[in-house]
């Protein structure tokens, strides 16, 4: 998209005044932000708004005067849901583009395939996806929600309505198992038990053994931390044999692929989950972000909470820029870890400097008519998983993401 | 055999890569050479032994993936190198020896050979769990491996391999490749195992063991897809099970029955174009990647099928209009006995 | 015992899935020697005209038992004068060209639909069994997937267009010297498996979240179970469908589903290395 990138930007750079479109000047002096997500291909659907949000943002910005009085260029690829482009387009930006800051990846493998050509270019690294936390490096910070922040509100909160006994489903990857453990690990603390814990690889699309499974066990409640559209197959086998009547759910997973849209009102009524953003949040930021997004973008259908996470990324870098008064990277680093935050769609987010991860807000959420409806909402949880193994203040040279044992 | 075999390879291959970094990227062209590669190692057993492997992305999954849990537990890249080639090579040698000395073949060695490969493809898949571990190695599951040593200059360990360095490495391998393969052909092994394709029971009745000779022609095309597979794991610094997929089996197969199977170039040729074709696509988003492939494949098969490359090759005949018909390009594996009970 | 009921019912299930979804492919095999490797894609083709025209406000089960199939079925018409009819007697051509259609449907289905997932719900509640619940649809499911065998089993055996298309596999020489077109049938026979084909996807549709990369779920399983049932058309399927849905539902079961999808690929592995032919090509010889 390199060519049509440049031949556009010029084009909004000549046409920029007549309509009413941010100034985006060429030029040597503009902050290079470098996004590398997948827009096309499987992933596409937490992407594309993904890339929207990178884009709203650094127009926002640019609207208020840019950084450091420098307009903000985006430079952006889109990796095609395939792993190996990541390592080939961060090269890219660091080398070619020469990018001040990468703002990417989605799943773990993607983060993961380019954090260490970041780290040795020492090219600052946002990663704004919820994932199962532990990654410990310096020159990355990671605003997404991980698996503590959820289940340490969803789990206690939920055994208090049904019960004790708990059955968890998981997807069959690193996400699915760190989440996994942290449900056990809550569930104990609050005096429960997981009884069983099943994991399924991603493509496995029926479920009917593991309903006859799960009845035998007969649980209190369910636990899903199931992925992608296969496993969507799972809350509709559920549905068809009554079960949700019979046994309630809560997922950490469910929604941000707005799987509450595709299954119906009698489908997913009554399943919980804990996020950082709902777009039913009631906050004056949340419906003035909100009708930014619609009036930019004509409808928020698409809109997840990954995207929010990106949109907030951007503006916490932005606000670290500001405050290092520079675009050096020690220097920003200093500055976001010297405490930043920022009043965001999902409520109030800094973050920890021990960590680099993000301090949020979340909400418990009920699903009710095909829409995320907030019951309850929780300031500022710390990123406890992480800082349990990880502490960049003692050891900054430390790069790795650690496997959380509980 | 120097002059007929050995000369064109090097009068053409080598200027070729010096010239090519001048027009494309370096890192395409890494990654198409690969691609090339993996095609020549199909090209080779099917297109001259009879060996039509639906799976021969398992090989190369195989040596990634080998390569990358090496170079995890051993912290240097060259060891790993040459394990990449070996373990699929014994791999296949070992499968293949169940398969051929089982009489499979046909469609029957297609399913076989499509099921190892999924078996591998959901194992991999499903290996996130701690308890998968091979030294220092986590298998990863779906997210795959990261962050392994990748190749040196083996005289300077500071020193890595990549872009135009990764790329001269890779092309060279691919000529030499290419180079052993016409020799190997040319050899009496080579030529027997053309006979076996062209007529199995007259190629056994003279004598040959074809079912050891299968095996061995199995496990050379393993391995020269476990080498695609060490490059590619070396341009992608990172390997994920996808590279096991149903997709990437397909893919090797379109560019080996579009470049032309019956010849050693045409799966090179054909790799390189439609590798360059779904990396041209990828950049756009008005037509389905995937819609594109899937057209040229069926219109190759309908109205090219025996390749690009034979078909210009007779083409050129053809307009010299003085060689006959050329060398026996019609391919025998394409063609199925109808069984008369069916 | 209940629980025993209860696991008596996933593996029948099991095994109707098997039987739904490979009976299309195992039609066009088995009477035509031409392996259809967009099978997978035309279930998902089946999928979609369900729940399509279900939300456009065509009755469930209309949507399902008769929209899907015979939207399919036209399509197969299409495909068969298109790709097929130019490739018979050469299988690894036909599988080649189909592959093919399998990637440009697959492409085709992401540009009209989009790269999302869709589905419908299901139209028979669940019901208790004991102190169990159980899932109608599965019941359903399992009819409709004997429904089809014996439809099938009859259809060949006792109709005279059956005893045609028979013959015409057999000898399409000796089949138009009787006055039929070999070209004909082979049309109406393509047809008849897409439908089949239609007729699983619709039936699946609202069990599963569809997308248009669906059909890889299903194609690998249906492939396996017609090539290791063999020539053989209903009880080739029957006979692998049932052995590996008892083993992969069994495996499921007691440990994990990606053991269970492992041991059925082992299975026939095993399977296809002792009796190369299929089970049929050994002990059913000459059934249909």
Sequence with gaps: ?406 | MFARDVLPALIIGVPAMFVLPMLFDAYTLTVLTAYALLALSLGFIWGFAGILCFGQAAFFGLGAYSFAIAALNMGSAWGPFFIAILVPAVFAAVFGALLFYGRLSDVYLAVVTLVMTLILFKFMNSSAGEIYKLGDARLGGYNGIPGFETLTIPWDPGEYLYDESLFYFAFGLLVLVYILLRVLLKMPFGRALVGIRENEQRAELMGYDIRLMKTIAFSIGAAIAGLAGCLFANWAEIVTPALFSLGQSAEIIIWVIVGGAGTLLGPVVGAAILGYTKFLLGQQSLIDNTFVLGVILILAVLLLPQGIFPSLVRLWHWLLARLPSAAPLRRRSGRSRRDKDV | ?288
């Excluded at chain 1, 499987?42 to 884009?55: C, E, N, Q, R, W």
């Excluded at chain 3, 010297?177 to 047809?191: E, H, N, Q």
């Excluded at chain 3, 009796?275 to 249909?288: A, D, E, H, M, S």
Aim: with cysteine.
């Design chain 3, 1 to 288: 015992m209940d629980y025993a009921a209860v696991v008596g019912v996933e593996i029948f299930y099991a095994v109707a899935v098997l039987v739904l979804i490979s009976a299309g492919l195992a039609v066009i095999f088995g009477m035509m020697r031409v392996i259809n490797l967009a099978h997978g894609e035309f279930l998902t083709l089946g999928g979609y005209a369900a729940i399509v025209s279900h939300q456009a406000g065509v009755n469930i089960y209309l949507a399902m038992l008769v929209v899907a199939p015979l939207v399919v079925a036209v399509f197969g018409v299409l495909v068969e004068r298109l790709i097929i009819r130019w490739l018979y007697g050469r299988l690894i051509n036909t599988m080649l060209a189909t592959w093919g259609l399998s990637l440009a449907m697959m492409g085709a289905m992401t540009m009209i639909f989009g790269n999302t997932t869709t589905g419908i719900a299901t139209p028979i509640a669940g019901f208790t069994f004991g102190r169990y619940q159980l899932s109608g649809y599965n019941l359903f499911v399992i009819l409709m997937a004997i429904v089809v065998a014996v439809g099938l089993y009859l259809a060949l055996k006792t109709t005279r267009a059956g005893l045609i298309a028979r013959g015409a596999m057999q000898n399409a020489e000796m089949t138009s010297a009787f006055g039929y077109s070999p070209s004909r049938v082979y049309l109406i026979t393509f047809a008849a498996g897409s439908a089949l084909a239609g007729l699983a996807g619709g039936v699946m549709a609202p069990l599963v979240g569809l997308n248009p990369a669906s059909g890889a779920n299903y194609i690998a399983k249906a492939f396996i179970t017609v090539i290791a049932g063999g020539a053989s058309v209903v009880s080739g399927a029957l006979a692998s469908a049932g052995l590996f849905g008892v083993i992969s539902q069994t495996f499921t079961l007691l440990t994990t589903p990606a053991v269970g999808e492992i041991a059925l690929l082992v299975v026939a592995i095993i399977l296809l290395r002792l009796l190369p032919t299929g089970i049929t090509g050994r002990f059913f010889k000459g059934r249909v």
């Design chain 1, 1 to 406: 998209m390199k060519l049509n990138r440049r031949t556009l930007l010029k084009g909004a750079a000549a046409s920029a005044a007549s309509i009413a479109m941010p100034q985006v000047v060429m030029g040597a002096d503009n902050i290079k932000v470098g996004s590398i997500i997948d827009t096309s291909g499987i992933f596409d659907l937490y992407g594309k708004p993904m890339d929207k949000a990178v884009t709203l943002a650094i127009e926002e910005i640019n609207e208020s005067g840019g950084l450091l009085g420098r307009q903000l260029e985006k430079i952006d690829y889109d990796t095609q849901s395939d792993m190996a482009l990541y390592t080939q387009y961060a090269k890219k930006l660091t080398r070619s583009d020469k990018v001040d800051v990468v703002h990417g990846g989605i799943l773990s493998a993607s983060r993961e395939a380019i954090r260490p050509t970041l780290r040795k270019s020492k090219t600052l690294y946002f990663y704004n996806v919820q994932y199962e936390g532990g990654v410990c490096d310096r020159n990355i910070f990671c605003t997404g929600i991980t698996p503590a922040q959820q289940a340490e509100v969803l789990v206690p909160e939920t055994m208090e309505r049904w019960g004790k006994k708990i059955y968890t489903l998981a997807a069959d990857y690193n996400y699915g198992h760190i989440t996994a453990k942290w449900i056990q690990h809550y569930a104990k603390e609050n005096g429960g038990e997981v009884v069983q814990t099943d994991f399924f690889p991603l493509d496995v699309a029926d479920f009917g053994a593991t309903i006859a499974k799960i009845q035998d066990a007969a649980p209190d409640m369910i636990m899903s931390a199931l992925v992608g559209g296969a496993h969507l197959s799972f809350y509709r086998q559920w549905a068809a044999a009554g079960m949700n009547k019979k046994i309630p759910m809560a997922s950490t997973t469910m929604g941000v692929g707005n799987e509450h849209v595709v299954l119906t009102r009698e489908e997913g009524d009554g399943i919980m989950m804990v996020y950082s953003y709902s777009k039913e949040l009631d906050t004056p930021e949340n419906k003035a972000f909100l009708s930014k997004w619609d009036a930019r973008f004509g409808n928020s259908d698409d809109l997840h909470e990954l995207a929010v996470a990106t949109y907030q990324g951007m503006h916490l870098w932005a606000e670290g820029v500001r405050k290092a008064d520079s675009i050096d990277r020690e220097k920003v680093i200093e500055a976001l870890e010297s405490g930043v935050s920022f009043d965001a769609p999902t409520g109030k987010i800094s973050l920890d400097a021990k960590t680099h991860h993000a301090v949020t807000s979340v909400h418990l959420i009920e699903v009710g008519d095909q829409k995320m409806n907030v019951v309850k909402s929780f300031g500022e949880r710390q990123p406890v998983d992480t800082q349990g193994v990880c502490d960049l203040e003692a050891n900054p040279d430390d790069n790795q993401q650690y496997e959380i044992s509980i």
